[in-house]
């Protein structure tokens, strides 16, 4: 039904930027939400972004002021612009999309960030 694909991670020094990209293939009925989680070695799963069917923007706490969520719904993509890398962002990053029904949850299979310093 609904196929989610990230890229653009990688290794990047410390004050970089990289451009994650979520590529879909299939499209739900309506899309909720698209967000970005994260997840660290030895760490739980964190929301890091967040952009409602509106528009609206979240972040979580420790991002905010360096990355930046958006979407391009023409072309099926999502991306997040993420800025002044540091190395607590070290992550596998995973898209997420939900849709207007419960079962309409989709994730990719995630990319991986590396931030040296």
């Known amino acids: 039904q609904v196929q989610l694909v990230e890229s653009g991670g990688g290794l990047m020094q410390a004050g970089g930027s990289l451009r994650l990209s979520c590529a879909a293939s299939?499209?739900?009925?309506?899309?909720?939400?698209i967000g970005w989680y994260r997840q660290a070695p030895g760490k739980q799963r964190e929301l890091v972004a967040l952009?409602?069917?509106?528009?609206?923007?979240d972040y979580v706490e420790s991002v905010k002021g360096r990355f930046t969520i958006s979407r391009d719904n023409g072309k099926n993509t999502a991306h997040l612009q993420m800025n002044s890398l540091k190395s607590e962002d070290t992550a596998v990053y995973y898209c997420?999309?939900?849709?207007?029904?419960?079962?309409?949850?989709?994730w990719g299979q995630g990319t991986q960030v590396t931030v040296s310093s």
């Open positions: 952009i409602n069917s509106g528009g609206h923007t």
């Open positions: 299939g499209r739900p009925d309506s899309i909720r939400t």
């Open positions: 997420n999309v939900r849709g207007l029904w419960p079962q309409d949850d989709y």
